[in-house]
């Protein structure tokens, strides 16, 4: 039905039309939630600390509290959030304040060192204390801010609606550059900014760099297990993660219109690339360019960069020949899930294998590196052009993909 109807909200609008509250959906959906990215991520990555324990000499019951105090901090997090934007619906001001108050929190913490991380985040304090005092704690504080947020939750049926002024031609000129694209280009330029996607691609973007930084700091100081990532390393995660950039240019809008307008599938893709490339391209340069001075390898800066952009293309064509318009909702098909795992795995675990070895072998390295970039970039160009074949004629419906249409055959 979700397919057939775009962009409906199924589950959050059932009280709309059938006799069950909002709060009751949305803590439902709350729920939902927290049990799929514990599944998707916490799960994961307490199980591949099982597997390579043995050789990392740390104990099983040692991962077995990792896992509980990853769940809890998640959890913790996860209710704040869900807290947070429950205030806000209800009033912009007290969502201010909520997260005025989060900062003051954080800044008694860090620069003003006033309390100690683990009185903040209580499952903090019981990894490097070992209470279990700090354990029920943070049990507590997670119910509470659940239900505070369930409670909070605000019973609205009527839909926000914002004015914008008509600027398509001035936008337009200013993507003259493209030539036969700047309409195209234009349109999704505006739409992005709109919606708030590039916020949302910018955080998406620092996010698991972040993240991925805190799972070393867990390694490095809970663990006892040294981890030493260079830029070139950084340089392979952030051609992968720019697919966030691209899942968020295609999430904002509902497609079905432009079956009745002068364009076509593979057109559209095409302006969501040279927008991505516009966006990631940047931030990716200026990211490597950054950590590489800060850390001291501002020699490694030039492969980075050719890993970083020969992994960003790579992803960005593999993810369009399979997704094309729709990839947050095929995404989620097993096979297709498996076809992109499949592409796009062995080729990031290969550079990063890579990066790791460049201190005890960096000519080889690098040379194997730069020849990873030329194929990964070669296999790219064959890619967009299956893929621009594979969408072309296909019409700007979900409901009609994997159904061959009489403009594709």
């Given at each position: 039905?979700a397919?057939?109807?775009?962009?409906?909200?199924?589950?959050?609008?059932?009280?709309?039309?059938?006799?069950v509250?909002?709060?009751?959906?949305?803590?439902i959906?709350?729920f939902?939630?927290?049990t799929?990215?514990?599944l998707?991520?916490?799960?994961p990555?307490?199980a591949?600390?099982?597997?390579?324990?043995?050789l990392?000499?740390?104990?099983?019951?040692?991962?077995?509290?990792?896992?509980?105090?990853?769940?809890?901090?998640?959890?913790?997090g996860m209710?704040?959030?869900?807290?947070?934007?429950?205030?806000?619906?209800?009033?912009?001001?007290?969502?201010?304040?909520?997260?005025?108050?989060?900062?003051?929190?954080l800044?008694?913490?860090?620069?003003?060192?006033?309390?100690?991380?683990?009185?903040?985040?209580?499952?903090?304090?019981?990894?490097?204390?070992r209470?279990?005092?700090?354990?029920?704690?943070?049990?507590i504080?997670?119910?509470?801010?659940?239900?505070?947020?369930?409670?909070?939750?605000h019973?609205?049926?009527e839909?926000?609606?914002?004015?914008?002024?008509?600027?398509?031609?001035?936008?337009?000129?200013?993507?003259?550059?493209?030539?036969?694209w700047?309409?195209?280009?234009?349109?999704?330029?505006?739409?992005a900014?709109?919606s708030?996607?590039?916020?949302?691609?910018?955080?998406?973007f620092?996010?698991?760099?972040?993240?991925?930084?805190?799972?070393?700091?867990?390694?490095?100081?809970?663990?006892?297990?040294?981890i030493?990532?260079?830029?070139?390393?950084?340089?392979?995660?952030v051609g992968?993660?720019?697919v966030?950039?691209?899942?968020m240019?295609?999430n904002?809008?509902?497609?079905?219109?432009?079956?009745a307008?002068?364009?076509?599938v593979d057109?559209?893709?095409?302006?969501?690339l040279m927008l991505?490339?516009?966006?990631?391209?940047?931030?990716?340069?200026?990211?490597?360019?950054?950590?590489?001075?800060?850390?001291?390898?501002?020699?490694?800066?030039?492969?980075?960069?050719?890993?970083?952009?020969a992994?960003?293309?790579?992803?960005?064509?593999?993810?369009?020949?399979?997704?094309?318009?729709?990839?947050n909702?095929?995404?989620?098909?097993a096979?297709?899930?498996?076809?992109?795992?499949?592409?796009?795995?062995?080729?990031?675990?290969?550079?990063t294998?890579?990066?790791?070895?460049l201190?005890g072998e960096?000519?080889?390295?690098?040379?194997?590196?730069?020849?990873?970039?030329?194929?990964?970039?070669?296999l790219?160009?064959?890619?967009?052009?299956?893929?621009?074949k594979?969408?072309?004629?296909e019409?700007?419906?979900?409901?009609t993909?994997g159904?061959?249409?009489?403009?594709?055959?």
């Amino acid at each position: 039905m979700a397919r057939r109807l775009g962009q409906f909200g199924m589950l959050l609008q059932l009280p709309r039309c059938h006799p069950v509250t909002y709060r009751r959906v949305i803590s439902i959906f709350f729920f939902k939630d927290a049990t799929f990215y514990v599944l998707y991520s916490i799960i994961p990555i307490v199980a591949g600390i099982a597997v390579a324990a043995p050789l990392a000499h740390v104990t099983y019951g040692g991962v077995a509290l990792l896992g509980l105090t990853l769940f809890l901090a998640f959890m913790t997090g996860m209710s704040l959030s869900f807290l947070a934007s429950s205030i806000a619906s209800q009033s912009r001001v007290a969502g201010g304040g909520v997260a005025v108050a989060v900062l003051i929190l954080l800044a008694s913490i860090w620069p003003l060192r006033v309390l100690p991380p683990g009185y903040l985040l209580p499952s903090l304090g019981f990894w490097d204390a070992r209470q279990p005092l700090f354990l029920l704690v943070a049990t507590i504080v997670v119910i509470l801010l659940s239900t505070a947020a369930v409670l909070s939750a605000h019973e609205r049926f009527e839909t926000r609606e914002r004015k914008h002024k008509s600027v398509l031609l001035p936008t337009e000129k200013s993507f003259a550059f493209t030539g036969k694209w700047k309409t195209l280009l234009a349109k999704e330029w505006i739409e992005a900014r709109r919606s708030g996607a590039f916020g949302a691609a910018v955080t998406g973007f620092i996010g698991p760099l972040l993240g991925l930084y805190v799972l070393v700091w867990i390694f490095q100081r809970g663990l006892g297990v040294p981890i030493n990532f260079n830029i070139v390393f950084y340089g392979s995660l952030v051609g992968f993660l720019g697919v966030h950039t691209y899942s968020m240019l295609t999430n904002f809008e509902p497609n079905e219109f432009l079956n009745a307008q002068p364009t076509t599938v593979d057109r559209v893709i095409h302006a969501k690339l040279m927008l991505f490339f516009l966006l990631n391209m940047s931030s990716s340069i200026s990211f490597l360019a950054v950590v590489g001075v800060l850390t001291g390898e501002a020699t490694l800066v030039p492969i980075s960069l050719l890993v970083a952009t020969a992994m960003t293309v790579y992803v960005a064509a593999v993810t369009t020949r399979l997704t094309g318009l729709w990839m947050n909702t095929m995404l989620f098909d097993a096979k297709v899930l498996a076809k992109f795992a499949g592409s796009i795995i062995p080729p990031l675990v290969f550079a990063t294998i890579l990066s790791l070895t460049l201190k005890g072998e960096a000519l080889l390295s690098i040379l194997l590196l730069a020849g990873e970039s030329v194929v990964l970039l070669v296999l790219s160009f064959y890619l967009f052009r299956a893929a621009s074949k594979r969408w072309r004629g296909e019409h700007f419906s979900f409901a009609t993909i994997g159904t061959p249409t009489q403009d594709s055959s």
